[in-house]
């Protein structure tokens, strides 16, 4: 077994081994990973975060042994606060960080950084400020930062912020946590889940105060909750259909 870190920015994490396979997700830096299979242009691997798994280009990484693997896996995170950041890297060259990296790295990419950052847990309350971080970011399939996200990237990364863990897409999450049974049971912070006409889990937002949501649709943006779903406050129209209310914190 191989293992990696990443050394550079936004790293695009493909369901296949080309540069035309679909976007499924990103890789930031300070992310560490499982190779499942190196291949001469591109590898398979596993995320330590959220076991997700996809194809990276091998020139966008760095290989580490598995002894600081484990020693990576142990150490908390402390991640990058602002919604761009700069590390400097081995050659002292400034890299433009996007919010969310874990930082920490540093320390073993011979880096370094002086910047804000956030660790530890917080309390649920704070889940509501950081989702505001992401105010009108252009939707991305696949993406986890402030310059394109997908709902469930949107989900995982406010979480991560606030030091909890949820799994990569959204048919994932629905699987954690309690489900609730009623809109009114719930608190800011949960999470709400949309499904498509065949039953399948396909969008998530995160629940504000008095009937509102913020979620990745188009932008990320804030929209009116009921108990059929989201209804867009620009069309006068339910845009996704509500499957489930969960209490993750």
């Known amino acids: 077994m191989q293992y990696g870190i ?62 600081l693997y484990h020693i990576v896996e142990k150490e908390k995170l402390v991640l990058s606060a602002d919604l ?21 790295a540093t320390e073993h990419l011979s880096g370094s950084f002086d910047g804000e950052t956030k660790q530890g847990v917080l309390p649920k309350e704070n889940i509501i400020e950081t989702a505001y971080l992401y105010l009108n970011t252009p939707y991305l399939w696949g993406g986890k930062t402030p310059f394109g996200i997908d709902s469930s990237g949107f989900a995982q990364m406010v979480y991560k912020l606030n030091g909890h863990k949820l799994l990569r897409n959204a048919a994932q999450q629905a699987s ?8 009114e049971e719930s608190e800011p912070g949960d999470l709400a889940f949309f499904d498509d006409d ?3 889990i396909i969008h998530v ?38 499957r489930v209310i969960k209490k993750i914190i």
């Open 84 to 104: 761009v950041e700069f590390v400097y890297d081995n050659q002292n060259n400034l890299l433009p960080i996007p919010l969310g990296c874990n930082v920490k």
């Open 176 to 183: 954690q946590g309690e489900a609730l049974s009623f809109i």
């Open 6 to 67: 990443c050394h550079l920015s936004i790293v695009p994490l493909r369901n296949e081994p080309q540069h035309i396979g679909e976007l499924s997700s990103q890789v930031l830096y300070g992310d560490h990973f499982k190779v499942l299979e190196r291949r001469k242009q591109w590898s398979k691997i596993r995320l330590a975060f959220d076991k997700y798994e996809g194809w990276i280009e091998n020139t966008q990484y760095q290989l580490i042994d598995e002894e």
């Open 205 to 242: 937002g995160i629940i504000m105060k008095d009937n509102y949501i913020i979620h990745a649709h188009g932008k990320v943006r804030i929209d009116r909750i009921d108990h059929t779903g989201i209804f867009n406050v620009d069309t006068k129209t339910h845009s996704h259909k509500l």
């Open 198 to 200: 065949e039953g399948n």
